[in-house]
């Protein structure tokens, strides 16, 4: 199943029905993040009951701290007794992981750069657009190229037999189908070839292709060109003429970067305040507060070196956003929860309480006075 292919599709539709990709970015983080509520209500009280259970579990460390050994099982017998799992905490960013590579190879796809890649959105030029790029004009018959560039091909490809169109021609790899043969020199035509080995036809179909046609991606400048292939021995085989890139700098990636670094930081700054531990370890709690300034800090710094789609920042930020909101809500479930445990075993414990015989209070007369 091709995973990539999905979450495209997904987009597109998601694109249609709200009217831009951007705002189809921002649907599917929404969903994302309803559908992993649970996970989050589940982290968070899980959190909550770190708080209460921090003081019993500081003890057990503070007393067998000298048998590392000894002091694992009973924090295993502790988490046990309490049925308190505390990897489970971890699981939400486990599995928001996978979500955010699969977004991230799907926005750099020469599928999704071909359909939708050059797609604004509010002060956003380009949802495929990196911080650094090399600028190039799609669909002029050239590549803008510089002399490391890689290829790629969109899935979709047409083959022909003479001026018929072969049907169900597909790629096994489209994504590395397409070689350049020798060096590539700005300014003078590259050539590219795809093995006739790389398609999922029978060895006579193969014999009679004489031409295809495919949407070719330049990896480096996110260019876009049709190319028409001609047969070649068992190859297919095409020239295209080429100009020097020209390097760029995407300055409104830049304030995506900073806007994903701000909201981050809030993210961190609000889950610390509103789940912050009861009598915990100060030599802890000052980890912790290095920790949420230090991530953000860190992350925004790697997001200006590694190249992010301007879509996947986008999806980023608005998780952040949601983070947030979903924060403060759980938190407030969770508090209602509490107040009404603590008001039920209030009551309890008044109905366990026996009854006792009124007493009423009896006059005392001052015997020195009468006498």
């Known amino acids: 199943m091709d995973f990539t292919t999905l979450t495209i599709n997904f987009l597109k539709e998601l694109s249609n029905i709200f009217g831009s990709y951007g705002l189809g970015i921002i649907a599917l983080t929404v969903i994302i993040r309803l559908a992993m509520w649970p ?46 799992n505390p990897m489970a905490g971890c699981l939400p960013l486990l599995i928001q992981m996978p979500i955010f590579i699969l977004l991230y190879s799907s926005l750099m796809s020469p599928q999704f750069i071909s359909m939708a890649g050059q797609s604004k959105f509010l002060f956003i030029n380009r949802l495929d657009a990196t911080l650094k790029g090399n600028a190039g004009i799609s669909n002029d018959g050239k590549f803008s190229v510089g002399n490391r560039d890689t290829f790629s091909l969109n899935k979709n490809i047409k083959v022909y037999i003479g001026d018929k169109e072969l049907e169900n021609a597909k790629l096994s790899n489209p994504r590395n189908a397409v070689k350049v043969q020798g060096d590539i020199t700005p300014g003078q035509p590259v050539d590219l070839k795809i093995s006739l080995d790389d398609f999922d036809l029978k060895f006579s179909q193969l014999a009679q292709i004489t031409s295809a046609e495919a949407t070719v991606t330049d990896n480096n400048t996110r260019e876009i060109e049709k190319v028409k292939f001609v047969k070649s021995g068992d190859n297919l085989i095409a020239s295209v003429p ?21 909201s981050m930081f809030l993210t961190q700054k609000i889950m610390m305040a509103t789940n912050k531990m009861a009598q915990a370890d100060p030599a802890q709690e000052a980890m912790q507060k290095t920790l949420g300034t230090m991530m953000p800090v860190m992350l925004t710094a790697t997001f200006l070196f590694i190249p992010i789609p301007a879509g996947v920042l986008l999806y980023l930020i608005a998780s952040n956003i949601i983070q947030v909101a979903q924060t403060l809500v759980i938190n407030k479930q969770l508090e209602i929860e509490d107040d009404k445990k603590k008001n039920k075993k209030i009551l309890s414990e008044k109905d366990d309480l026996p009854e006792t015989k009124k007493v009423e209070a009896k006059e005392i007369k001052n015997t020195e006075k009468d006498k």
């Open 242 to 262: 080429t100009a020097a890139a020209k390097s760029s700098f995407n300055y409104d990636v830049l304030l995506l970067v900073v806007i994903f670094g701000a």
């Open 39 to 84: 996970l989050n209500v589940s982290q968070q009280r899980s959190m909550k009951t770190m708080q209460q259970l921090q003081p019993k579990m500081k003890a057990i460390q503070d007393r067998y701290k000298n048998n590392p050994q000894l002091m694992q099982q009973k924090m295993m017998e502790f988490y046990k007794e309490h049925k308190f």
